[in-house]
């Protein structure tokens, strides 16, 4: 619910209900499609583009540089949570390392599996860079066990499974969304 408790007046964004997509840019979209299709099983659903250069567009509405040119967009669906929305651009001076989760913009997309171990297995077998070997969380979150990932472009993702739950919500009053119960 998007109300403050002690007013009962709405907080944040109006008309908030959760995240619709998430967006990245990929050096090549076919390569991408690979992994996220074959790999990680997601659905392909749409392709848009390509777009002619317009520079005004690019640089007010993107903030991107001004001579980008938006080659093809394509939509996948992941199963339950968000969409992916992945971009392919061409531009001068484009950087083509991706951040460290460290570095301002640094990120990563956490997919939960049922199963922490078969799914590393899968990854391993596709030949997809796992970083190193599980670690079992502690504190609030324990009952976690977690690894990351690097797609083909070096994306980093990350696998979590907890299948038990975390040690938070015995106690919590408040829970995080829950991919094993996505309707709650």
């Known amino acids: ?9 709405p907080r944040g964004l109006p008309g908030l209900r ?8 990929v050096p090549d979209i076919e390569t991408a499609h690979e992994f996220l299709v074959d790999v990680l099983g997601c659905i392909h659903v749409y392709s848009l583009g390509p777009f ?26 992941c199963v339950v949570g968000a969409n992916f929305e992945v971009f392919q651009y061409s531009t001068a001076g484009q950087q083509r390392i991706p951040p460290m989760n460290s570095d301002v913009g640094g990120h990563h997309v956490a997919l939960y599996v049922e199963d922490l171990d078969v799914a590393i297995a899968h990854l391993r077998s596709h030949e997809v860079e796992v970083m190193g070997e599980p670690t079992a969380s502690g504190a609030a979150s324990a009952g976690q066990r977690w690894v990351y990932f690097r797609a083909p472009w070096g994306m980093q993702f990350e696998l979590v499974s907890f299948p038990q739950g975390k040690a938070y919500e015995a106690e919590a009053k408040e829970r995080l969304w829950d991919p094993r119960n ?3």
């Open 1 to 9: 619910m998007n109300e403050s408790a002690s007013s009962g007046s």
């Open 52 to 77: 002619p250069a317009d520079p005004e567009f690019m640089r007010d509405k993107l903030g991107v540089r001004s001579d980008a040119v938006m080659e093809e967009i394509r939509l996948y669906r």
């Open 18 to 25: 959760g995240v619709d997509h998430i967006g990245f840019t």
């Open 182 to 184: 996505p309707g709650d």
